[in-house]
């Protein structure tokens, strides 16, 4: 309803005071601060012009982020595909399929051993043979330890893998065995190359 008023109620043909395009686009696809949002976020509100370009922007912007996501799902699937292949002669007992994923692109880089309170855990299954991590925006490929420690200090995972950039995205493809553990919260501890770790809480369920 507000944006159907929004989209005729404030004609401004001469566009006054509007921000131009290249702003509502980097709004649209929030790669604007916040703080420089708010600025602006009167103006969208009371002129239908830049209202309708900025819905515009988004849903476009939207629709490319979900084929974006889709390709990205679909890499994962045959890395993991190929990785429980591999792993098929060495194997007797009935191996497990299931591919936890860790979404951490909209997350921060928090450096240093302590997680950011302000983020809350990641859920993975412990039944979950295979992990891919996919790391936050801005990560690099290359090689990383990984390390699961769990609340009580216990090292649950420690290994290494190579991300590699998948559309853009960094992704580590690791295999785990936690399906004899116990939920609870873990602490898993990325590091790239010996440099400073980064640390995120995962709630193992
Ligand atoms: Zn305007």
């Known amino acids: 309803m507000l944006g159907r008023g929004l989209r005729k109620e404030f004609p401004n043909p001469k ?15 929030r790669k604007m601060p ?6 602006w976020l009167d103006h969208l509100g ?32 045959i890395l993991a595909g190929l990785a429980g292949w591999a792993l098929v002669p060495k194997q007797k007992k009935p191996l497990a399929t ?3 994923m860790l979404d951490l692109r909209n997350r921060s880089i928090p450096r240093g051993t302590k997680p950011n309170p302000a983020e809350p855990p990641l859920g993975v299954n412990r039944a979950a043979a295979h ?12 090689p990383y330890d990984i390390r699961l420690l769990a609340g009580s200090g216990e090292l649950l995972v420690s290994t290494k893998a190579n991300a590699k950039l998948i559309d853009g995205v960094a992704v580590i493809h690791i295999s785990v065995d936690l399906s004899s553990r116990s939920p609870g919260q873990c602490v898993l501890r990325l590091t790239r190359n010996g440099s400073q770790e980064s640390s995120y809480v995962v709630e193992l369920r």
């Open 131 to 142: 992990w891919s991590i996919l790391l936050p925006f801005g990560s690099n490929d290359g």
């Open 46 to 77: 009371s002129c239908s012009p830049c209202y309708n370009d900025f819905s515009q922007f988004q849903s476009g912007y939207g629709r490319r982020q979900m084929r974006r996501l889709l390709a990205l799902a679909a890499s994962i699937l």
């Open 98 to 100: 299931e591919t936890a």
């Open 15 to 29: 566009r006054i005071g509007c921000p131009g395009a290249e702003v509502l686009k980097k709004i649209a696809s």
């Open 34 to 39: 916040l703080s420089e949002v708010e600025v």
